[in-house]
C-alpha cells in the first residue's frame, strides 16, 4: 500500500477560513510533497518539505512536518473559493497517494 | 502548462478495443510515471521508468496493459482488449532526478469505454 494517507477525506469551509489537512506515512523519508488536482485536471505540485525540516511556507500555504510522529499537515490560510480542489501527499519513498482531501470554500 | 503532455486528451471506445495513450515529459526528466485515477479516487500508481528501463510496475496491473519508453523519451502506455472497468483518466508525470524532486504532472487522458 501507499505511503501517503490523508486526513479528512473531505473539509467545508466559508472564505476567508483557513483549512487544515493531514498526512501520515509509513516508513522514514527524505521528502514529503503536497500536490492539488482541480476537478478533471492534472496534479499540481505546492511545496515539498525535507526531512530536516519542520516547517516551510510559500504564499498562503504552511507545510510542518513531524517524522517522530510520521505526519505532516498542509495549512491554507484566508482560504477562497478559488482553492477548491483535492489536496495530495506523496513521499520520496514511493511517490504513492491517497484519496486526498476534497476541500470546498464556499464564497 | 507544466511542458508534461498527453495524447488523446479523451478516448471513447469500444469494450474489446485496443487503446494507446502517449506521454511527453520535459525533456531532460529522467523519471517517468504512469497513474490511472478514477472519481473521486486519489491517482494510483501503474508504473515507472528511469530513462528507457521500466523499473516497477504494479501488482493491480494486468496483462493488457504494457508501457514503453523507447530512447527514454516520450512513453506509451498501451490497454488491450479494453473492458468497462478501465474507464479512468490515464495521468503521466515526470520528474529530473527520482524520488528527490516534484513530479510535473500531465493533464491526463480520459479514457471511455462503452
Known amino acids: 500500500s501507499q505511503q501517503g494517507e490523508e486526513d479528512p477525506q473531505a473539509l467545508s469551509i466559508q472564505e476567508g477560513e483557513n483549512a487544515t489537512m493531514n498526512c501520515s506515512y509509513k516508513?522514514?523519508?527524505?521528502?514529503l510533497q503536497w500536490y492539488r488536482q482541480n476537478s478533471g485536471r492534472g496534479l499540481v505540485h505546492l511545496i515539498l518539505?525535507?526531512?530536516?525540516?519542520r516547517e516551510k511556507h510559500s504564499g498562503r500555504l504552511r507545510v510542518t512536518l513531524d517524522t517522530s510522529k510520521k505526519s505532516s499537515s498542509l495549512l491554507i490560510t484566508a482560504s477562497r473559493a478559488a482553492d477548491t480542489a483535492s489536496y495530495f501527499c506523496?513521499?520520496?519513498?514511493?511517490?504513492?497517494f491517497g484519496a486526498g482531501t476534497r476541500l470546498t470554500v464556499k464564497p | 502548462d507544466t511542458g508534461v503532455s498527453q495524447d488523446p486528451r479523451h478516448k471513447i471506445t469500444k469494450r474489446g478495443q485496443n487503446v494507446t495513450f502517449r506521454c511527453d515529459p520535459i525533456?531532460?526528466?529522467?523519471?517517468l510515471y504512469w497513474y490511472r485515477q478514477t472519481l473521486g479516487q486519489g491517482p494510483e500508481f501503474l508504473t515507472y521508468?528511469?530513462?528507457?528501463?521500466?523499473?516497477?510496475k504494479s501488482r493491480l496491473l494486468s496483462d493488457r496493459f504494457s508501457a514503453e519508453r523507447p530512447k527514454g523519451s516520450f512513453s506509451t502506455l498501451e490497454i488491450q482488449r479494453t473492458e468497462q472497468g478501465d474507464s479512468a483518466m490515464y495521468l503521466c508525470?515526470?520528474?529530473?532526478?527520482?524520488?528527490?524532486?516534484?513530479?510535473?504532472f500531465g493533464e491526463g487522458s480520459r479514457l471511455t469505454v462503452l
Open positions: 506523496a513521499t520520496d519513498v514511493d511517490m504513492r
Open positions: 516508513t522514514s523519508i527524505n521528502n
Open positions: 518539505i525535507r526531512s530536516n525540516e
Open positions: 525533456s531532460e526528466h529522467n523519471r
Open positions: 521508468f528511469q530513462n528507457e528501463a521500466q523499473l516497477e
Open positions: 508525470a515526470s520528474n529530473p532526478d527520482g524520488n528527490t524532486g516534484e513530479l510535473f
